[in-house]
């Protein structure tokens, strides 16, 4: 999977607050969006594998919200 530029970003202010020696928290909150940020995508990326799947298959796609 390739990231999107977000994901990218946020990964390279974590680096960046790491070299920098600045607070944790605030590594830490960015630690934070880059998780849910993750978690979001892959979720759309799980449905989009399903739709494509299904309509491959001849299924009906049920949306998952």
């Given amino acids: 999977m390739i ?3 977000i994901t990218l970003v946020i990964a ?3 680096a960046a607050t790491s070299a920098a020696q600045l607070s944790p928290a605030i590594r830490d909150l960015l630690g934070f969006l880059y998780s849910v ?3 979001r995508s ?3 990326e799980l449905a989009r594998f399903a ?3 299904s309509v ?3 299924q ?3 949306r998952t919200t």
């Fill in 3 to 5: 990231p999107d530029r």
């Fill in 12 to 14: 390279c202010a974590i």
């Fill in 37 to 39: 940020h993750v978690l």
């Fill in 42 to 44: 892959h979720r759309r």
């Fill in 51 to 53: 739709y494509a799947r």
């Fill in 56 to 58: 491959s298959t001849g």
């Fill in 60 to 62: 009906v796609a049920r």
